[in-house]
């Protein structure tokens, strides 16, 4: 089985020109740096509506690019050195690159504007590179 991907496409439609990115950061780090990718497992427990019912627990693999950089999290500083991190590391143009969900969380979502397919081919490159 394959590992998922840090990124997934916005929407079903045709006309969406962008990916969304999970990103696990750390601010107040020693240096700018991208890590790799995370892996992680959610589980979660269906009870179903009565007390006697089946409790069922299903597992769902997630998984987040890892990134550090040095801006402390106060006043959007540590969400704007990321951004430019993750625009520097796979060449696009800052503005490209924006926060749209978790801007006060470790785990944050990123807007990569783009084209969805060139962006992904990106990714799966620069994450390769890794190692």
């Not at 496409?9 to 790799?36: E, M, N, Y």
């Not at 990321?82 to 807007?111: C, D, P, Y």
Request: glycine share 8%; hydrophobic share 35%.
């Amino acid at each position: 089985m394959t590992e998922p991907k840090p990124y997934r496409r916005a929407g079903r439609s045709g006309g969406d020109r962008h990916l969304l990115l999970a990103v696990r950061l750390t601010p107040k780090a020693a240096k700018d740096a991208i890590d790799g990718v995370e892996v992680s497992y959610r589980t979660s427990t269906n009870s179903g509506t009565n007390a006697s019912s089946d409790h069922s627990t299903t597992s769902a693999k997630t998984s987040a690019l890892k990134a550090r950089v040095r801006a402390v999290p106060e006043k959007g500083k540590a969400n704007a050195a990321v951004e430019k991190l993750i625009a520097k590391w796979l060449g696009l143009a800052k503005s490209s690159v924006q926060v749209v969900a978790g801007s006060k969380s470790r785990n944050k979502t990123l807007r990569l504007d783009g084209d969805p397919d060139d962006l992904a081919a990106k990714l799966d490159d620069a994450i390769a590179r890794l190692g």
